[in-house]
DNA sequence: AAAACGTGGTC
DNA sequence: TGACCAAGTTT
């Protein structure tokens, strides 16, 4: 069973949306930034920091120049913000290592910071036009259905993943490039989680899932993430607070965001070990790398 | 290998 | 309304 390619990237020509990180002057370090940013965030709230990103960092060297609370307060609200400092890291990576290049090889991007098994196949597809097969959730659901006749994606794979998208791609290295983002695409707007828009599939008749009687998910129940209450959201309460301001604030000021103060404190320990925050000489709080 | 890690939109 | 979901990585 196979997807025909042509179906596939004639459907992505006439209806992928224009996003800036695709389009062709587009450089490997704004594809770079768009991966981590995207990293479980969604396109709309991405866009405009990616816009900012790229206007005020245009190239791995001019980040690394940056401290680290800049990006983490230029970071805003995207969500794990981890992701920022390990993008600066990676930045200051490849304008001391690589020569201000972003890497084309996908072992020399894995090495890199906050780069994992996803990211680096993506921007050596997206970026530099090589063949290798690029899994996000999209293309595991697209390839669980398709391909496999099932509901859903069951837990990931990284190795069969690979194989079964790795089996899917034109032999060219540019169609399979494009066809990589076709397949993610697919996923994003015609083969999505929930409701299907099935019948907008340029894939419809060649669809496993389809021919298979359309079965439910059968797998392992996913784990639900619980939010509220969680240290996830007193860490980003105390960070709101220190994106907010440029001096220093002290820890009465962070202590008002949640009652529960051995949780507090806890959190703001652990955002402390994360290198997220810092603590001043004086005893105050801040965003890293500012005072 | 499961769990931690932010935030906000949708149905 | 609350569960589910969003271009994952790290430990």
């Known amino acids: 069973m196979s997807l025909d390619a ?27 930034v768009s991966e981590i940013m995207l990293q479980q965030t969604p396109v709309a709230r991405v866009e405009p920091i990616w816009h900012e990103w790229l206007a005020r ?29 390990r993008l600066h890291a990676a930045a200051q990576a490849i304008a001391e290592q690589h020569d201000d290049v972003v890497p084309q090889d996908v072992n020399t991007l894995l090495a890199l910071p906050g780069i994992g098994a996803y990211t680096a196949r993506a921007v050596a597809a997206f970026a530099y036009g090589q063949k290798c097969p690029v899994v996000d959730t999209n293309v595991r659901r697209v390839v669980a259905r398709a391909v496999h006749g099932a509901g859903d994606a069951g837990p990931p794979s990284t190795t069969k993943d690979l194989k079964d998208v790795e089996a899917l791609l034109p032999e060219n290295d540019k ?17 999505t989680a929930r409701a299907p828009k099935c019948a907008d599939c340029p894939v ?26 969680t240290d996830r959201q007193v860490r980003g309460l105390l960070l709101d607070v220190l994106r907010g301001t440029v001096e220093p604030v002290a820890k009465a000021r962070l202590d008002v965001v949640w009652s529960d103060a051995g949780q507090r404190d806890r959190c703001l320990h652990s955002l402390l070990t994360d290198g997220l925050v810092e603590q001043t000489r004086e005893g105050l709080f801040a965003l890293p790398g500012e005072h």
Do not use: H, I
């Not at 179906?7 to 587009?26: I, K, M, V």
């Not at 960092?57 to 120049?65: D, E, I, R």
């Not at 419809?204 to 209450?229: E, I, S, T």
């Open 175 to 191: 169609a399979a490039a494009v066809y990589s983002a076709a397949l993610m695409e697919l996923g994003a707007l015609v083969c």
């Open 6 to 32: 042509e179906l596939l990237l004639d459907w992505f020509a006439d209806t992928a949306r224009d996003l800036p990180w695709r389009r062709p002057e587009c450089t490997a370090w704004g594809v770079l």
């Open 204 to 229: 419809f008749d060649a669809c496993a899932w389809q021919l298979n009687g359309r079965p439910a998910y059968d797998g392992p129940a996913k784990a639900v993430q619980k939010f509220a209450g």
């Open 57 to 85: 960092w245009p190239t791995p060297s001019a980040m690394a120049k940056a401290s680290q609370g800049d990006v983490v307060r230029a970071w805003g609200k995207l969500g794990y913000p981890r992701r920022a400092l």
